[in-house]
């Protein structure tokens, strides 16, 4: 059975969002949060080294957990989800990686250079709701540095 428009928009919206969610919980450490948001088999990789897949919801975690301390903002743009029926869908999104040193205390100084790169994201209809399948990410320019 095809999808109406109002379910074709509910499904984008909800894996927008997940973008967008899952690039606060990095900037605030949730690491856990964010391998949540995997499948049990998903598949990972960084935009600093995509051609390094990272396979299953607790390698996921233990790659996140094992980065130094930074304090980091995460702008996603230019965000296009496809839904191809009512249990998969996929996106295409830009993002751009601002980073400083950790510590207390805002405004911080930040890093001069940055990252522009994007993701490809799959995304399945879970037993608990909508999950990343795969999370694939890439790097299209360093600017500074």
Known sequence: MALTTIERAAIAWECE???????????????QAMADMFTEDGVFARPSQGDVLIRGREAILAAYASRPPRFTRHMITTMVVTVEDADNAR?????SLH????????????EPAYLIGDFK??????????????????????VGG
Do not use: C, T
Request: aromatic share 12%.
């Open 99 to 110: 980073s400083g040193q950790p510590g207390e205390g805002l405004p911080r100084p930040a």
């Open 17 to 31: 969002r997940m973008i967008h969610l899952y690039s606060m919980l990095n900037d605030a450490g949730d690491f």
């Open 121 to 142: 994201d799959r995304f399945v209809r879970y037993k608990d709701g909508w999950k990343f399948s795969e999370r694939l990410g890439s790097l299209a320019l360093k």
């Open 91 to 95: 996106a295409h999104s830009y993002l």
